[in-house]
C-alpha cells in the first residue's frame, strides 16, 4: 500500500514538474532574447521554488533569477504565483525594475492578505534586471538577492534591499525598492543568482560553499564560453557536494549583451 501511494503521489509531482516547465521560457526563447547566456538550475526534489524569468518588449529585455519559499511542492505553488506576477506587471507597461519589484510585493500581499498563518517566511527573494537596448544601460533591483558584474577581471557587487517579496506584519509601511543603474561595456558578464549554491554544504569539513568562494568561481570562469562555464558550475558544486545532500533549489544565470551593443 505504501509503495502504490509513493508511485501515485511522486506520479503527480511529475506531471506538476511539466506543468511548471510549460509556464517557464523555454530555452529556445531565452536563447533568441540572450544568445550569449547560461541557466543552471538544479532542483533539490522534482519540482522547485527557483524559477527564471525572461522577456522582451520593444527596446528592454527583462531577466529575473526567483526564490520561492521553501522548495518542492510548496515552492512550486509559489513559482506559478510569481509567473502571473510577472507578466501581468510588464504587460502593464511598467519598465523600471525597482518599480516592477515595488509593484510586485503590493501585488503578493493582496493576494495572501486574507490567508492565516503567513508570515515573511512566505515570500521571494529575486534579482531582476532590465536591459535598455537603446541606451545600452542596464538597471537592476534587488529583493534580497545581489547582481554581479564582471568587467575587467574585477567583480562589482550591486546589493538588492534587506527586504523579501513577501508578508510583512511587524511593519506597515510599504516597502519599496531601489533601483540602480550602469552602462553596459562589450564583455561585460552578468551574473543573477539564488541562494542555493552558496548554501550548498560540502568540502572536507562539511561547511557551506559561501559567496566569497562562489565570487571566486566566478572570476576564474568568467572569460570561458558561457555554455562551458554551467558546466564548469556544475562539476564545482559536484566537487564541492561530494556525499553530502542537496540542501535547496539552485539557480545560476549568467549573460552577456554584446548582442546588443
Not at 511539466?18 to 532574447?33: A, C, D, G
Not at 538550475?41 to 527596446?59: A, C, L, M, Q, R
Amino acid at each position: 500500500l505504501l509503495t502504490l501511494k509513493n508511485k501515485n503521489i511522486t506520479d503527480s509531482i511529475n506531471y506538476a514538474k511539466r506543468i511548471q516547465e510549460s509556464l517557464r521560457p523555454s530555452t529556445k526563447i531565452f536563447k533568441k532574447i540572450l544568445p550569449e547566456s547560461f541557466v543552471f538550475h538544479k532542483p533539490k526534489d522534482i519540482v522547485s521554488g527557483d524559477f527564471y524569468w525572461v522577456n522582451e518588449s520593444e527596446d528592454k529585455v527583462f531577466l529575473a533569477a526567483v526564490d520561492c519559499t521553501g522548495h518542492g511542492v510548496p515552492g512550486a505553488f509559489m513559482s506559478i504565483i510569481g509567473f502571473e506576477l510577472f507578466r501581468r506587471i510588464t504587460n502593464q507597461g511598467q519598465i523600471d525594475p525597482g518599480k516592477i519589484l515595488t509593484h510586485l510585493n503590493r501585488d503578493f500581499e493582496e493576494i495572501f492578505s486574507d490567508v492565516e498563518d503567513m508570515t515573511m517566511r512566505d515570500g521571494m527573494d529575486i534579482a531582476l534586471c532590465v536591459f535598455d537596448k537603446k541606451s545600452k544601460e542596464l538597471s537592476f533591483a534587488g529583493a534580497f538577492n545581489p547582481m554581479y558584474l564582471i568587467r575587467d577581471n574585477k567583480l562589482i557587487e550591486f546589493k538588492g534591499n534587506r527586504f523579501s517579496i513577501g508578508l510583512d506584519e511587524t511593519d506597515s509601511k510599504e516597502q519599496i525598492f531601489d533601483t540602480h543603474s550602469i552602462a553596459i561595456h562589450p564583455d561585460d558578464v552578468v551574473y543573477i543568482f539564488t541562494d542555493g549554491f552558496a548554501d550548498q554544504f560540502g568540502g572536507t569539513a562539511g561547511k557551506k560553499f559561501k559567496y566569497r568562494r562562489f565570487r571566486h568561481l566566478l572570476l576564474s570562469i568568467h572569460k570561458k564560453p558561457l555554455d562551458q562555464q554551467a558546466n564548469q558550475l556544475n562539476q564545482s558544486l559536484k566537487n564541492w557536494k561530494g556525499n553530502y545532500d542537496q540542501v535547496d533549489d539552485i539557480l545560476v544565470i549568467g549573460t552577456n549583451f554584446n548582442n546588443y551593443l
